[in-house]
């Protein structure tokens, strides 16, 4: 018997899911996030599906710690290199503004301040053709100055070292000499080998500000597992959806930076495959904040390069949107207004019904006032919540408001579930996408709850709640494949494109695609390499990728022209025109190498008999209903609101008019009456 377990670690909750690999059966659980040491939150949750350590064949997990280091400011101290007249490329950064009509914009605060930029001599031209040799005492210069003033992180951003890392190889052999392993030094074309100085180098500086932090965490899981005798890889999540190992992702931290919302977005794309649905909008709801990711013709929406916290970063990267709204999030009066979030209450001291001292309404409170929450079964009976606590601190908000209690509870959560509708929006509507058409897949330990509201805002008319909806982020992690993403730059004009030289370039990043998964203990069988081009008509500046079929695509006859018309097709898609005619060239090749594991099945869960279910008073658009709380294990076929439905990691909320339906494969699908 053997198990393959993933987790996920939020901000109040540790969710953690365990599959056996010979029975199939799927079990979740969640243990308290503890802040202060996350690795002791990590075993807690293990302790609780896992009575045997060494029967875990498989561990993969997603972590916020980058993430957090950079939203709290509480990252590496980076020293910058730069080649010399270029030093001020990072804080000049563009001139575009995000918000053209708030005059009070400011630009995101670098990571490194001007004081601590330091530059030295060498020059390589466009095409990678050295002009002036390295100075290699100034790198050591840098070096001393490292060690005198107590720099955590190196980031080495050289002039065109995308045409050619020659000087900044040679200035990262020469810092690790001098620096040893206590300090990290980031190198700009490791991290990103693309175009553009300030983006590249803000993904080095990225990649330094987060990465020691990262490195100390992985390196405490990996040690905390040998301690305990545990033999078993940790793989960790990447932003882009797929998985790598540790020692990977000590490498390349920059890669984990949106490591846990990244699980519920591939558990979308399961989902969505065995529920037979092309398109999702997936959103995860948790203590502290909720986050929209997309699922598109079966696939994650992924781009090439995001802005994260305001700072442009060069990587493969789901397309996430996240607003500070959650269970957690605190509602307070502002010029005799209610406003809820983006503040929350944490896993410490938590709402005021969890009983460890809170004191401030939340989300959650609002629920337990209104009767959507069974106090005597919450998470599964881990736990007790204070009902009267909730009362006493929805109560002295409503005073201050002058409203009813119940009436307030619900306008917390209206403007809650207002807040998230926008955030859905904003990845839809706002960029052409109709939510109406999606499905809208639910999760995290508080998204079953407000699904069915979020959607009627919207239009949507299905809601998905998947089983175990808070660790289902972590289940998604289980059905992702471990994945490489390479680049290397490729600037031609379609007149001079040579077709077999790009597939000699895209047979060799494939080489290093198969060999990077192998390193990943990827079996030889279960290895495949997917190709893209990034397009452009002549004189555009942004680019749009196009899949290409295979390696060899580019040297078979009328290539040139297919993939014009198939760029012209994505331009039309992307911005409502094209111009056919227009001559095209093409910028850079992507190669991904994808590497699967046999997938661990949804499987039908066992309906455990009926159970006569209780009744209690809920409340639903200012009038009480008397409501059944059944528990998920007792459902079978149809179910028709309102009703409460109970498990261990959430609780589905199906308000009157709604009806739900349990399918083969254990999902809860509610159709919304609009």
């Known amino acids: 018997m053997s198990y393959r377990v993933a987790m996920d670690i939020g901000g109040t909750f540790t969710d953690v899911v365990r599959y056996d690999e010979t029975t199939g059966s799927v079990v979740a659980s969640k243990a308290s996030t503890t802040p202060h040491d996350l690795a002791e939150g990590v075993f807690a949750a293990l302790s609780r599906v896992v009575d045997d350590p060494s029967r875990i064949s498989y561990f993969v997990h997603g972590t916020t710690q980058g993430l957090n280091a950079l939203l709290e400011r509480k990252g590496a101290r980076v020293l910058l290199l730069a080649s010399t007249g270029a030093g001020d490329v990072y804080r000049i950064a563009r001139g575009n503004r995000d918000r053209m009509f708030d005059l009070r914009y400011r630009k995101p605060a670098p990571l490194v301040p001007a004081e601590d930029v330091a530059e030295v001599d060498g020059r390589l031209d466009w095409r990678g053709e050295e002009l002036v040799p390295l100075d290699e005492e100034g790198v050591r210069r840098a070096a001393r100055r490292v060690r005198e003033e107590g720099f955590d992180a190196v980031a080495v951003c050289l002039l065109f070292s995308y045409a050619d890392p020659r000087h900044e190889v040679r200035a990262g052999e020469i810092l690790r000499a001098e620096l040893g392993e206590d300090v990290l030094v980031v190198l700009s074309h490791e991290v990103a080998r693309e175009w553009r100085e300030y983006e590249r180098t803000s993904s080095a500086v990225l990649e330094a500000y987060t990465g020691p932090v990262v490195r100390r965490y992985l390196a405490e899981i990996e040690r905390r597992f040998a301690e305990r005798g545990l033999g078993v890889p940790v793989h960790v999540m990447q932003s882009s959806g797929g998985l790598v190992n540790a020692a990977y992702a000590m490498r390349r931290p920059l890669q984990t930076l949106l490591s846990g919302p990244v699980g519920g977005t591939m558990g979308g794309v399961a989902a969505a495959r065995l529920l037979g649905r092309r398109n999702a909008i997936c959103v995860d709801m948790g203590g502290t904040s909720f986050d929209v990711s997309l699922v598109v013709d079966g696939r994650p929406d992924v781009s090439a390069e995001a802005r994260i916290e305001g700072h442009p970063v060069l990587m493969p990267i789901v397309n996430l949107h996240t607003i500070g709204a959650g269970g957690g999030s605190i509602a307070y009066a502002e010029a005799g207004a209610l406003r809820v979030g983006p503040e929350s209450a944490g896993a410490v001291p938590g709402p005021a019904c969890y009983g460890r001292g809170g004191t401030r309404p939340t989300v959650t409170d609002a629920n337990v006032v209104l009767g959507r929450v069974d106090p005597e079964w919450f998470a599964g009976g881990l736990m007790d919540l204070d009902v009267e606590a909730a009362g006493a601190a929805v109560a002295t908000l409503a005073e201050k408001l002058a409203l009813d209690p119940l009436d307030l509870a619900e306008g917390i959560c209206a403007v809650a579930n207002a807040k998230m509708a926008q955030a859905i929006r904003t990845l839809t509507v706002e960029h052409g996408v109709e939510p109406r058409e999606f499905s809208l897949v639910a999760f995290g330990g508080a998204g079953a709850m ?175 209903h008397r409501t059944p709380v059944l528990r998920r294990a007792h459902l079978d076929g149809e179910l028709t609101g309102p009703a409460i439905v109970v498990e261990e990691t959430a609780t589905t909320v199906v308000p009157p008019g709604c009806l739900a339906t349990v399918d083969d494969n254990g999902f809860l699908i509610v159709k919304v009456d609009q």
Do not use: C, K, N
């Open 450 to 624: 407000h699904a069915v509201f979020i959607a009627r805002e919207l239009g949507i008319s299905e809601v998905v709640i998947p089983r175990f909806p808070g660790a289902f982020s972590a289940w998604g992690m289980l059905e992702a494949e471990v994945r490489r993403d390479l680049t290397h730059p490729y600037f031609r004009p379609q007149d001079v494109l040579d077709g077999a030289d790009l597939a000699g370039r895209l047979a060799a990043l494939e080489a290093e695609a198969l060999e990077a998964l192998a390193e990943q203990g990827v079996p030889a069988e279960r290895r495949r390499v997917e190709h893209a081009v990034d397009m452009r008509y002549e004189g555009q500046d942004y680019t749009l990728t196009i899949p290409l079929r295979d390696a060899g695509e580019p040297a078979a006859p009328g290539f040139l022209t297919e993939i014009a018309a198939r760029f012209a097709e994505a331009h039309t898609s992307r911005y409502g025109h094209a111009t056919p005619e227009a001559p095209v060239e093409f910028v850079m090749v992507r190669s991904t190498g994808l590497g699967s594991f046999p997938r661990a099945a949804a499987g039908a869960p066992d309906v455990t008999g009926e159970a006569a279910p209780a009744v209690r008073d809920v409340v639903f658009d200012g009038a009480v």
